[in-house]
């Protein structure tokens, strides 16, 4: 079982929808959360971090964590063209060394 | 967020050669800095850790005589591709994490290295 598991995609979705991208985790000692976004030949950029149980709401993005079920998620509104890359979910390792990256999940934006 | 600065953004060298990147934090001091590799459409790979003023932890697979890395500072670290070969040709990405700042990770530009 991989540390980090994301659907690959691509996940297609239409313009002005909302995008739902999903994350599991094994470890269930993390304590931190992130969803990173990468454009094509980019380095990755934080959009969202998350540490509580619930919902953090930042523009049109929501990351939901459920530490219960070891899963974090991330919903984009009103999805635009622009928001088309690859998301990458990542979790603080319980011993607080490092931060383990799932593999992405590769949404697209369809006009 | 933090800015993390990188470069060279692309490095185009000779099969042989070696090659250095830099890392530095620009406006927080990095306890630890995280170097990782990406192959076109495949995953980030960390490649290894760095805390300042120690050596470097390495992943498993990862030679550590063959990627120098060197941590002097709470603001630069650096990675040496050493005589590098066409297969060491990838996008390399350092990261730099503050202290108490929530774990949060900031990711440099990245370089792009092409061994000819």
């Known amino acids: 079982q991989k540390e980090v598991e994301q659907n690959s995609g691509p996940l297609s979705v239409p313009e002005g929808a909302i995008a739902s991208l999903n994350c599991t985790y094994s470890?269930?000692?993390?304590?931190?959360f992130f969803w990173y976004r990468q454009y094509s030949g980019k380095s990755p950029e934080l959009i969202m971090s998350i540490y509580s149980n619930g919902d953090k709401e930042d523009g049109r993005f929501t990351a939901q964590l459920n530490k219960a079920s070891q899963y974090v998620s991330l919903l984009i509104r009103d999805s635009q063209p622009s928001d088309s890359a690859t998301y990458l979910c990542?979790?603080?390792?319980?011993?607080?060394?490092?931060?383990?990256f799932g593999s992405g999940t590769r949404l697209s934006i369809r006009p | 967020g933090a800015v993390v600065s990188q470069h060279p953004s692309r490095v185009i060298c000779k099969s042989g050669t070696s090659v250095k990147i830099e890392c530095r934090s620009l406006?927080?001091?990095?306890?630890?800095m995280f170097w990782y590799r990406q192959f076109p459409k495949q995953s980030l790979m960390l490649m290894a850790t760095s805390n300042e003023g120690s050596k470097a932890t390495y992943e498993q697979g990862v030679e550590k005589d063959k990627f120098l890395i060197n941590h002097a500072s709470l603001t630069l670290s650096t990675l040496t591709v050493t005589s590098a070969h066409p297969e060491d040709s990838s996008f390399y990405i350092c990261s730099a994490r503050a202290s108490g700042v929530g774990n949060i990770q900031y990711f440099g530009a990245g370089t792009r290295l092409s061994v000819l």
């Open positions: 406006d927080f001091q990095a306890t630890t």
């Open positions: 990542a979790v603080m390792a319980s011993s607080a060394s490092k931060i383990i």
């Open positions: 470890d269930r000692g993390s304590q931190s």
